[in-house]
């Protein structure tokens, strides 16, 4: 099996690095030339909670693709929300009759993929591993999480051509197959919408968002508010990050609210530190995901006539602030917090 992975970042890098070290035939196409010539020049580096790994990659620029001489069996989609159309169009064109495209992105891809490919060549993976690239060459997975992968259909069936890549993802980081694909979409959609956002705007990491009080009273909200929407739409929304949705929506009722706040407080152990993917961009100065993660959920929301004034809100500050312009700092929390109900605000101190 031929593998072509488009976008070797934090997620391409390490399941494009570790099937090659698994013997698998893959090909990494980057459209950031400082990666690729490390990657070439001194191999991938894989680190974090995966081990420690040095692997020689077959590592090419976007431009390079032209000289691929066979076609690929799978092409696995891992570039940013805002490049999913142009890449599916480039990753179809070296795409073999018989193969297929697996989206393994952020955000609500995979009928953009399937526009491009088609819905029969189309399989989604939901990513639950955090992973992060701070530097050319060099990716690592910072979670301690049990699952790393959810892999189905659109449609739902259980497949030979799933089982088949759910076994093969394995070697990487524990897979499984989902009949739910999009329900399980939106559960990763709430959790991105909660900490990605959050960390972006405020500077803090992957288990700090959930384990100072401000920011996790304000990650509830966003998180119901996804939730809500979601399930507007017809979805089964699968637990966030090991906890049941409905906690979340229970908890803006203000049933059990400290409850899920401990619970929260309390999973940052199975997190080592990483940062969200939005706040790696905003550090590089980068354009992010935020109209593909939270602007979803507003535009979802207004489809159905559902509110989301955080989600709205948390947007807004990133897109006000213009690509590569927004400094991260906790203080621009101060906005969102203020929305909260008076009760909610009651024994908070300023995040530090």
Not at 61 to 70: D, F, M, T, W, Y
Not at 87 to 96: D, R, S
């Amino acid at each position: 099996m031929r593998i072509g992975v488009f976008g070797a970042g934090a997620v391409g890098g390490i399941v494009g690095g570790l099937l090659t070290k698994a013997g698998r035939d893959v090909t990494l196409i980057d459209q950031w030339p400082a990666h690729v010539e490390k990657m070439r020049a001194d191999g991938l580096r894989v680190s974090g909670t995966c081990g420690e790994h040095c692997v020689r990659v077959r590592a090419l620029h976007l431009h390079e693709a032209q000289s691929i001489e066979q076609p690929f069996d799978v092409v696995i989609i891992a570039v940013k929300s805002y490049d999913t159309d142009w890449v599916t169009q480039l990753a179809a064109t070296y795409l073999a009759p018989g193969g297929y495209a697996v989206d393994f992105q952020n955000g609500i891809n995979d009928e953009r993929v399937a526009a491009v490919v088609g819905r029969d060549r189309t399989l989604g993976c939901v990513v639950h591993m955090l992973a992060g690239m701070y530097e050319p060459g060099h990716v690592m997975r910072t979670d301690r999480g049990a699952l790393a992968y959810k892999v189905g259909e659109l449609d739902g069936a259980v497949t030979d051509r799933v089982k088949a890549f759910v076994e093969m993802l394995s070697v990487v980081g524990a897979t499984a197959v989902t009949t739910n694909l999009f329900g399980d979409r939106w559960s990763k959609l709430g959790v991105n919408c909660m900490a990605n956002a959050l960390a972006a705007i405020s500077g803090l990491g992957s288990a700090e968002v959930r384990a100072q009080p401000a920011p996790r009273r304000v990650a509830i909200r966003l998180a119901a508010e996804a939730i809500v929407v979601g399930r507007a739409h017809g979805y089964e929304i699968g637990p966030l990050h090991g906890i049941p949705a409905q906690k979340f929506v229970d908890a803006v009722a203000d049933i059990e609210r400290p409850a899920l706040e401990t619970e929260m407080a309390e999973r940052v152990q199975a997190l080592t530190g990483g940062r969200p993917s939005m706040l790696q961009d905003i550090m590089r100065r980068r354009r992010t995901e935020i109209d593909f993660l939270n602007g979803h959920v507003s535009r979802a929301g207004a489809a159905r006539g559902i509110k989301t004034p955080f989600n709205d809100a948390i947007a807004e500050i990133v897109r006000s602030a213009g690509v590569g312009k927004l400094e991260p700092d906790p203080r621009n929390i101060d906005k969102l917090v203020e929305m909260l109900p008076p009760g909610w605000r009651a024994d908070l101190v300023p995040v530090a």
